[in-house]
């Protein structure tokens, strides 16, 4: 065991966290709301997964005009209209409960909508540790002495005075900075 940490039962390993962004296009109306509230009322069963509320995005409608004689009636026409719509919603959670749903989605979406899947944030587990550290607090303008700058030359005599502390400050001494008066 040489170098290697041990966990105990109560050691909890965190895993990354994803946030990803589920888009359905479809061009039938009901039978595309069906499968996208069949899909939706799945992610709010999953245990580990945060569900937003679907989007709706305006409907695409796209015009074709074809002509139906190819000689002689040439104002004879034929219009078609290709209607497209969207839904979207947000899931997020560990890497493992997502990539489940993400199979799970894979197998269970019916054939009127189309998904696709975009990854909006991905945390790796080692940021996860360093961001649920506590970071020591931040000194106040005041306390660094910012507030008694008025013009450029008290600015410039300030960090002049601020690198010439920290060249003198010594590495081994564990004791706060001393406040800076100017």
Known sequence: MSGAASTT???????????????????ELQSF???????????LQCRGIKVSNITRHPVKIKNATLHRSPFVHSKSRENFQR???MRSFYIEGDLIDTSNFELFLADNLHAGAACKVYENQFIPADSLVSLTMPLPPLPSAGDMG???????????????KLTQKELNAS??????SPSLDV
């Open 83 to 85: 209607r497209t719509y």
């Open 146 to 160: 910012f507030d008694k700058l008025e013009t450029m030359e008290d600015f410039e005599q300030f960090s002049f």
């Open 9 to 27: 039962a109560s050691t909890v390993i965190p895993t990354s966290w994803r946030r990803l962004k589920l888009v359905f296009r479809g061009y």
């Open 33 to 43: 709301k069906s499968s996208v509230a069949q899909i939706y009322i799945a992610a």
């Open 171 to 176: 590495p081994s001494s564990s004791s706060p």
